[in-house]
């Protein structure tokens, strides 16, 4: 057993960029205690064994680097980028917070009290707002609805000790990726990164639950109320397939036909030939299991129930018509000389494969995609959209004000729509 | 024709002789040419009652053109998978495309076809109104920190055209004409008004001949002089209040400070890092860290044409109050006045600089971006070097001088931002 290692060399960029990435995530959150990872490893990098947390905080800047760590469904990492000349002393502080994290009382009850505040302050955002309720619904209350970084309610639940066993859990050879990218050769990697590795445990107590999100049925609305909002923000949509799964690349093209560009249907219906809103988007989300297709758009309030609308019954027309032959080599067009901008920098081409090997794509998915999307006929992507696109079964999340607006939406969507109302500041969202 | 060094790479700057200036970096190993076209013109130039114009003159100049039907521009653009955008702000306006190498001909013959020839109607400046009203209810009304923005340089600038946002006041965007955006072009989408960047694996003679063809037989015009407005000292501390519907109470403060090609603006940026820079800051530590005041923390220089504004924006934690807040940033700024940073600070800020500098160049878009806006804004690319070097040199006393200097209690401007009844 050994740590994996992955190498994207870019010589003369005079920084280096470092990963180590765990391919377990907040998926395995015991319920109620949602949030435990990213506790967890905000708590590692507050200190190791001999240094306390202004003392990391301090030599990471003094560096020339910085340093984020972050916990998401499928994987965590703790990742950071260093001026050349400081590699080996940033490596082995980045190490240090793997191997010999402190995790110590005071700094757990602080770390936990700053993202209770964050969680908190993020409520200001109402697209973030939006995307949390349209995942919560969407995944019927699962495992991937709920939000990485927990909620108020559930953060209050985590202990320092239920952060000990999680970091446990996590660090082990098993899991562990070590990456970089940048102004280093192979061999100073090897040297700097994996053989301090090799004192970690091969096995993972942590497992990935293996839970798939299931289909609903019907159109479920969840208004989030909120205050004096003259625009509205809207997330519609329900599950996709992933990457390797039938039906992806058929879905994932006729999407970017359909709204993954300035130019796509979506956007010229809602905001070019109407203006009712900013933007209008499609976009297949790719993950480890089936993730969310969703639009996202944000007209003004007075525009929220024809909008609403006007999408419901594009939709319509997507799943019974398909995208047309010139929007089908439009959006082959688009994906393919976009795909340039996956793997432009050594930092992008590191990222792919972080993501291919954590997220279990298949092994080519993107050394592959040109010849997958070129692949994807007329026929394909009506079939992927035939079987995919489904707008009777709907999820929908509005943040709103509610005694404005939420008329507007249940009209829009007719009587069969469930509807649901929770308050912007609702310590479980 | 001049040289200028940038990192490991050269530019070669170019006038043709309609005055379009031309930027090139020719770099063989890109995997994708960086092309934008910058012009001279952001909501600085705009005088009261017609604010917003510069920013919705972008949108419409996604629209048609005499050779190209409506959608049709970027229909093409992103028909080949370029990544495109535009951008307005206080002293100018950029169009930018990103993509393969082989499409810099067509990207070239478009946007010359959009400056040179856009046609404007009734029905397309109608609709574009619309839109830009939709996204100033997206980025201001909506939005807590695009509303405190707003306010706090609307109190800060009272005569300079600082003093309007760049998206405009909501009834200058409903009320703007036809006739307004057709002499908005007329006057400022001239050649000797605007700089062509490219950065890629390109020919620097063909690239030139390129340009020519595509731009050189636009006709130069009389460009106007920007307003010729200096604020005037402010003598005594501005303070205003903000309620919002917000969990939390943001406490926002300013101070006017020099133009980016000023010699203190260096040192207010290292004086930035000091007191903001990553979780070791000075002000980090204590309003986030050790103090527990705020969530999130932010500040630093304006880096603009014309002296703007030194920012801070503290977005405190439940129950934490604004006078907590400005006592420890009183606290902080009266210590670095007092005390000049240690050698251990200066040596974070620098190799941040460093960070900064060498990040900033990692891609072609990155560097074309870097190359435009040193360009129009401080009128020479050779400062980008040049400001890295000063900023590298900045010592102890520099620091402590500029706080002196520039963030005084009674020259500050604070807006203080609270929740709502309904919200709290």
């Known amino acids: 057993m050994s740590v994996r290692l992955f190498h994207e060399p870019g010589p003369g960029l005079g920084f280096v960029d470092l990963v180590l990435a765990f391919d377990a995530g907040a998926e395995s959150d015991p319920d109620g205690c949602e949030g435990l990872t990213q506790l967890t490893m905000r708590l590692m990098r507050c200190g190791t064994a001999g240094r306390t947390r202004a003392e990391v905080d301090a030599e990471v800047e003094r560096l020339g680097a910085h340093l984020e760590v972050g916990a998401g469904l499928h994987r965590v990492s703790i990742r950071g980028r260093v001026i050349r000349e400081n590699l080996e002393p940033f490596a082995r502080l980045m190490l240090d917070l793997v191997l010999e994290p402190a995790l110590r009382e005071d700094d757990f009850a602080q770390a936990q009290r700053l993202l209770l505040a964050e969680v908190t302050a993020k409520r200001d955002d109402d697209q973030d707002l939006a995307g949390r309720a349209f995942r919560r619904v969407l995944f019927g209350g699962g495992r991937h609805g709920r939000p990485s970084s927990g909620t108020a309610a559930s953060l209050r639940r985590v202990t320092r000790d239920d952060c000990v066993r999680r970091h446990r859990e996590l660090c082990a050879q098993e899991t562990l990726l070590a990456a970089a990218a940048g102004d280093v050769e192979e061999v100073e990697l090897r040297r700097l990164l994996l053989e301090p590795l090799a004192a970690l445990p091969e096995r993972s107590a942590a497992v990935r639950t293996g839970e798939q999100p299931t289909p609903h049925r019907g159109v479920r609305v969840l208004l989030v109320d909120k205050p004096e909002r003259t625009q509205a923000q809207v997330y519609l949509g329900h599950l996709g397939p992933k990457p390797g799964r039938e039906h992806h690349d058929g879905l994932l093209v006729s999407s970017v036909a359909f709204g993954g560009t300035f130019s796509g249907r979506l956007m010229q219906e809602v905001r070019v030939k109407r203006g009712w809103s900013y933007g209008a988007y499609s976009r297949l989300t790719r993950s480890r299991t089936d993730d969310g297709w969703h639009v996202w758009t944000f007209p003004a309030a007075k525009d929220l129930g024809p909008c609403l609308g006007l999408v419901r019954g594009m939709l319509r027309d997507l799943q019974r018509d398909g995208v047309t032959a010139d929007e089908l080599s439009f959006a082959q067009g688009y994906i393919v000389g976009s795909s340039v901008f996956l793997i432009d920098t050594p930092a992008d081409r590191l990222e792919r494969r972080i993501e291919t090997a954590t997220l279990d794509f298949p092994p080519d998915y993107y050394a592959n995609l040109r010849g997958r999307v070129e692949a994807v006929t007329l026929e394909k992507a009506r079939a992927a959209t035939r079987a995919c696109v489904r707008p009777d079964d709907l999820v929908v999340a509005v943040v709103c004000t509610v005694a404005q607006s939420g008329d507007a939406v249940r009209a829009a969507l007719g009587d069969g729509a469930t509807v649901e109302t929770i308050a912007f500041d609702d310590d479980t969202l | ?424």
């Open chain 2, 1 to 424: 024709m001049r040289r200028i060094p940038l990192g490991r790479h050269t530019v070669r700057l170019e006038t043709l002789d309609n005055g379009l200036e031309v930027l090139i970096l020719a770099d063989p190993g890109s995997p994708v040419t960086a092309f934008h076209t910058w012009f001279k013109v952001g909501s600085r130039h705009e005088r009261p009652g017609k604010t917003g114009l510069a920013h919705l003159f972008e949108h419409l100049m996604f629209g048609e053109t005499e050779n190209l039907k409506h959608g049709e521009f970027d229909r093409r653009i992103e028909s080949v998978g370029a990544s495109m955008n535009a951008a307005t702000w206080l002293d100018w306006t950029y169009y930018h495309e990103t993509f393969l190498p082989d499409h810099l001909p067509m990207m070239a013959e478009l946007e010359a076809e959009r400056m040179a020839r856009l046609t404007l109607g009734e029905e397309q400046v109608l609709r574009e109104k619309e839109v830009v009203a939709n996204e100033r209810r997206f980025r201001v009304e909506n939005s807590v920190e695009g509303a405190a923005s707003e306010l706090l340089w609307k109190d800060a600038f009272r005569v300079h055209p600082y003093h309007h946002p760049t998206i405009g006041w909501m009834d200058d965007i409903l009320g703007f004409t036809v006739e307004d955006c057709r002499s908005f072009h007329r006057t400022y989408y001239a050649p000797n008004n605007a700089a062509l960047v490219v950065v890629g694996p390109v020919d620097e003679e063909r690239t030139l001949e390129l340009f020519r063809r595509t731009h050189g037989w636009m006709q130069r015009q009389e460009i106007p002089a920007p307003p010729d407005v200096v604020e005037p000292p402010q003598g005594v501390e501005r303070s205003q209040r903000l309620p919002w519907p917000t969990p939390t109470r943001k406490t926002c403060l300013a101070w006017r400070t020099p133009e980016l090609a000023h010699p203190d603006h260096a040192a207010l940026t290292v004086l930035a890092q000091v007191l903001f820079g990553g979780r070791s800051g000075r002000l980090q530590r204590r309003l986030v860290h050790d103090g527990e005041i705020a969530t999130d923390l932010q500040g630093g220089p304006g880096s603009f044409h014309d002296p703007s504004l030194f920012e801070i924006w503290a977005d405190l934690r439940e129950g934490r109050t604004h006078e907590e807040a400005l006592a420890a940033i009183d606290v902080e700024l009266a210590g670095l006045a007092a005390t000049p940073p240690a050698p251990a600070e200066l040596e974070t800020a620098r190799n941040q600089v460093l960070l900064g500098f060498r990040s900033a160049l990692e891609t072609a878009a990155g560097r074309a971006d870097r190359l435009g806006f040193f360009h129009v804004t401080v009128g020479d690319v050779g400062a980008i070097e040049r400001r890295q070097q000063e900023l590298l040199r900045i010592g102890a006393e520099d620091v402590r001088a500029a706080a002196r200097k520039y963030l005084v209690p009674a020259t500050r401007n604070v807006l203080l931002v609270d929740p709502t009844e309904a919200a709290s």
